[in-house]
């Protein structure tokens, strides 16, 4: 069984503007460049019977490229917890009927729909300690931060392995958009 998500790869000149906010920190772990992404959907632990029928779904999802703008921070879940400093993603036309094309593939393919929002998001670091003083100072800081725009020409299905260290996330397929 793997544990899977489906996800949006951020280019160089992006995943550098990120990397730009990353200032070492006790208690803060940063997300390690080639882990940047934006999750489309998450799938949980799937058997292999399941993953090829989602892999054959996902083949066939029909989506245009389109841009998609990186900017804003935030936290998850909330700043009176915070535990995942985030940047986002301006919610677009393009980026949310991938979404949803995704959504509907996995279900179709036999998963149970998800049932919450959709908050597109690069997960910048998890928090290990509530500095909660240092958040609001970061997010007041760079509430106007902008890490630039790009075009998402393609999709990809990636494993995940929990490791003491962290996850490490390897990228099992991709999948062009060209409707
Ligand atoms: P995150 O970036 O906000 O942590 C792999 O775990 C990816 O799937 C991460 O990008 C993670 O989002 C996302 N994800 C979404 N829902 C998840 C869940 N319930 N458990 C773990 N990861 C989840």
């Known amino acids: 069984m793997a544990r899977l998500f489906v996800a949006l790869d951020v280019p160089r000149p992006v995943r550098r503007k990120l ?28 058997e292999e019977a399941m993953e090829r029928a989602v892999r054959e779904r996902l083949d066939a ?4 490229p389109f841009s998609l703008r990186l900017g804003g921070t935030g936290v998850f879940p909330g ?29 179709d393919a036999g998963l149970p729909p998800e049932n919450r929002p959709f908050h597109p998001h690069v997960t910048l670091a998890r928090l290990q300690r509530p500095d909660t003083a240092w958040i609001r100072a970061f997010l007041r ?29 390897e990228r099992l397929a991709d999948f062009p958009l060209n409707a």
Do not use: C, I, N
């Open 79 to 107: 700043p009176a917890r915070p535990r995942v400093l985030w940047v986002g993603a301006h919610a677009e036309a393009g980026l949310l009927s991938l979404q949803q094309a995704v959504e509907a593939a996995v279900v």
């Open 61 to 64: 999802v029909q989506a245009a």
């Open 19 to 46: 990397l730009g906010l990353m200032k070492p920190r006790p208690g803060v772990r940063w997300v390690r460049e080639e882990q940047l992404h934006l999750t489309l959907r998450f799938l949980g632990h799937v």
């Open 141 to 169: 800081d760079h509430v106007d931060f902008e890490a630039g725009s790009f075009t998402v020409g393609h999709f990809a299905l990636y494993a995940s392995t929990l490791r003491p260290t962290g996850a490490v996330y």
